[in-house]
């Protein structure tokens, strides 16, 4: 197979060129950059030094002809713009950004501040959640990658909504990422000064990972709910918390919950279920596709806590491009993503 990258130079693009310059299927990874194009890969990441010597290519060099699949790790906005030409033929594209997610015109406006994509894309494009989604994903040719908030939120969450175990409207989600969810580019929010031994708060009820945990839910849980929904930054690489808050609908046992999770992830190989009260940290899915879930239940105010962590770059970007990939091309779902997490 012959894979392209769009925005390698990115963090999500050089996680991509990671993983599937490791990955069996792939023969040949072309590599496309706006800004970087004449240059070694190496030139802007010296990691890579001597592993790839070939120049990055302008996206005007994109021949469609030439490759199976398209990676596009472009910022939300950009997609919109670079991809329509190459949505109709053979070629399969993954984007991750968050062009194509969002299905009704007026909420993308709202939550992005730009003008929709052709409502055509949109309506085509197949919402990569690879656990919840599997069949579309293997008939798409377009995937919408999803948010790295969201891939850990929905994951905890949907079961207990599907199973209406919990009250939806009852949903409080308090997230923490690390630095390189805020991407490669340099910003005031992310120097050094700002960040370094401090917690902030940002985006609060303004997120747009809102509206796509929302309309997710209404999507595989037929619920229609508003959420609280509140981002944190944490001064550490990479790594994603959800802590996850929501009223219990029942008398329920931990045996009962942990059932409910295992029956909608005991086939799914990178969805981990530990048991109740679980100390998780980020750390034990560094460097991998996993996303490692608990809870506790708390009879006093008759609440559940779900705990999902993900590494943000690879479960909730890069690795599940690929893990999505798999099944589009209908490949063993864990090509190229067996990696074990670094620890320490």
Same mark, same amino acid.
């Given at each position: 197979m012959r894979a392209g990258i769009i925005g390698v130079t990115g963090y999500g693009g050089l996680e991509l060129f990671r993983l599937?310059?490791?990955?069996?299927?792939?023969?040949?990874?072309?590599?496309?950059?706006?800004s970087k194009q004449g240059q070694l890969l190496s030139d802007e990441a010296p990691h890579l030094?001597?592993?790839?010597?070939? /120049?990055?290519?302008?996206?005007?060099?994109?021949?469609?002809?030439?490759?199976?699949?398209?990676?596009?790790?472009? $910022?939300s906005g950009v997609s919109s713009e670079l991809l329509p030409p190459h949505l109709e033929g053979k070629m399969k594209v993954i984007d991750l950004a968050g062009?194509?997610?969002?299905?009704?015109?007026?909420? =993308?406006? /709202?939550?992005?501040?730009?003008?929709p994509p052709n409502a055509t894309f949109v309506d085509n494009a197949v919402y990569g959640?690879?656990?919840?989604?599997?069949?579309? &994903?293997?008939? %798409?040719n377009l &995937?919408?990658?999803? +948010?790295?908030? $969201?891939? %850990?939120t929905l994951l905890g969450i949907l079961p207990l909504v599907k199973t209406n175990v919990i009250n939806p409207k009852s949903l409080i989600i308090d997230a923490k990422s690390g630095l390189s969810g805020a991407g490669a580019s340099p910003n005031k929010a992310s120097h050094f000064t700002k960040v370094n031994d401090s917690l902030s708060v940002y985006k609060m009820n303004k997120h747009q990972h809102i509206p796509e945990i929302e309309q997710t839910l209404k999507t595989f849980a037929e619920t229609e709910v508003n959420i609280t929904?509140?981002?944190?930054?944490? $001064?550490?690489?990479?790594? &994603?918390?959800?802590?996850?808050?929501?009223?219990l609908t029942e008398d329920i046992q931990p045996h009962t919950?942990?059932? &409910?999770?295992?029956?909608? =992830?005991?086939?799914? $190989?990178?969805?981990?279920?530990?048991?109740?009260?679980?100390?998780?940290?980020? /750390?034990?899915?560094? +460097?991998?596709? =996993?996303?490692?879930?608990?809870? %506790?239940l708390d009879e006093r105010t008759n609440r559940i806590t779900v705990i999902s962590v993900i590494d943000n770059l690879i479960k909730g970007a890069a690795g599940q491009a690929v893990q999505n990939m798999n099944i589009m091309f209908g490949l063993n779902e864990t090509e190229g993503l067996q990696q074990s997490p670094l620890f320490p």
């Open positions: 599937l310059t490791a990955h069996q299927e792939i023969n040949e990874l072309f590599l496309y950059s706006s030094f001597e592993m790839n010597q070939e /120049k990055l290519r302008s996206f005007e060099q994109l021949e469609t002809d030439e490759l199976d699949v398209l990676f596009c790790s472009a $910022p062009d194509f997610r969002l299905k009704e015109a007026d909420v =993308y406006r /709202k939550w992005y501040g730009k003008e959640l690879t656990e919840w989604n599997e069949n579309k &994903i293997k008939e %798409a &995937i919408a990658n999803p +948010g790295c908030y $969201p891939t %850990a929904f509140t981002t944190h930054l944490v $001064p550490m690489t990479r790594g &994603i918390m959800a802590t996850i808050y929501a009223e919950v942990s059932e &409910i999770f295992n029956e909608f =992830y005991q086939s799914k $190989p990178f969805v981990r279920v530990f048991k109740e009260k679980t100390d998780l940290f980020t /750390k034990q899915v560094y +460097g991998s596709n =996993y996303c490692d879930l608990t809870f %506790a």
